[in-house]
């Protein structure tokens, strides 16, 4: 199971990657916008600070020929782990199937149902990206679907993960990853509402409160 942070805030991924245990950075038009700042040396930030880890970068272009066009120029001028993110549309499939042959890793974005999910791991996605949150407010069990997927990998093809992304609660994260899903993506204010509990802050009230009652306002480290 990864943890990928879904952002193109340089500071926030900055500060992510410092404390958790992440594979790497998923961004998509959106997300880059709202930096409101030049494409590329934004992206070349972001590649500097995930030096190591995986960048996935999304093509603009809507028609195959310009996708492939795209992703080549993206994997040529970040290098490093780079994934490409093409639209799960029928011009997304051409691009993927013709990508995976050259090598170039992809991911399957934006994608809403178990046959959409299928096809692009048959044209040799690495990833498929399904949305969580609108299917959901589709009307559809969003982690039953995600489980469907990650199960039918399996079975058909072992080489595509679930990447899961578009997550507004905890309790959806929960969901998927039983479900079974090999990957998420969230967004950086996520990590710290996932690791943060009052409990255990009362835990480390209590631990000080009586350590400090027989050792005084030494720590473990005056002692050794
Ligand atoms: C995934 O890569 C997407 O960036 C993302 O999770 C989309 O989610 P949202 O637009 O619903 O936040």
Known sequence: ???????????????????????????????????????????????????????????????????????????????????????ATKEGLKAIKLLSSEGISTTATAVYSVQQALLCAAAGAEYVAPYLSHIDNMGIDSAEAAGQMAQLFKEHFPKTHVLAASFRVAEQINRAILAGVDAVTLAPEMFDTLISSKMTENEIDSFRKNWSGVYGEKNVKDFI
Do not use: H, W
């Open 1 to 87: 199971m990864k943890y990928f942070i879904d952002s193109a805030n340089v500071e926030k991924i900055k500060a992510v990657i410092e404390y958790f245990p992440v594979a790497g950075v998923t961004t998509n038009p959106t997300i880059i916008s709202r930096e409101k700042a030049e494409f590329l040396p934004l992206i070349k930030e972001i590649r500097d600070v995930t030096n190591g880890l995986t960048l996935f970068v999304q093509v603009t272009a809507e028609d195959a020929e310009n996708m492939i066009d795209e992703a080549r120029r993206i994997f040529k001028t970040l290098g490093g782990d780079i994934c490409i993110k093409i639209p």
